[in-house]
């Protein structure tokens, strides 16, 4: 395989990771009485990115929780999956749960405070990410 197919399987993965971090948004927020704009929503697979390096990076993070994030990033980048992403909804959708899960177990071990001192997009997305990861207050 060359290099630039490499990084175009890369750069396709992350790109529907990120349209699945989307549909889980809204799947999420449908009952709810505020609805996510979708400009926050387009943001949430970057700032996800962001948020991710920024907690593996902080050593007030306890140790586990960011080798936890650095394994989510190593399983991401790997093209080797849990169910294979050529499967239709279902090969994309085991990313954005393990990704939810990730940063809830993040969250609930390293505290809310992190979460809010990492963050680098606006309110109205980390309180979409609160609502994916099942952290919503």
């Known amino acids: 395989m060359e290099w630039w197919q490499i990084l175009l399987s890369v750069a396709?993965?992350?790109l529907l990771l990120w349209l699945a971090l989307i549909a889980a948004l809204a799947w999420v927020s449908r009952g709810q009485a505020e609805?996510?704009?979708l400009i926050d929503a387009?943001?949430?697979g970057p700032d996800v990115v962001r948020l991710t390096?920024?907690?593996a990076?902080?050593?007030a993070v306890p140790r586990g929780v960011r080798i936890w994030l650095i394994v989510l990033v190593v399983y991401l980048l790997l093209p080797i999956d849990l169910v294979p992403d050529v499967i239709p909804?279902?090969?994309y959708a085991d990313d954005a749960i393990i990704v939810a899960?990730?940063?809830r177990f993040a969250t609930r071990h390293a505290g809310a405070a992190?979460?809010?001192r990492h963050w680098p997009g606006t309110p109205q997305g980390l309180q979409a990410l609160r609502s994916i990861i099942g952290l919503a207050h």
């Open 12 to 14: 396709g993965g992350l």
């Open 35 to 37: 609805k996510v704009k």
């Open 42 to 44: 387009l943001r949430l």
């Open 53 to 55: 390096r920024r907690l």
């Open 57 to 59: 990076a902080d050593p």
């Open 89 to 91: 909804v279902i090969g």
């Open 101 to 103: 899960l990730v940063l």
């Open 114 to 116: 992190a979460l809010d």
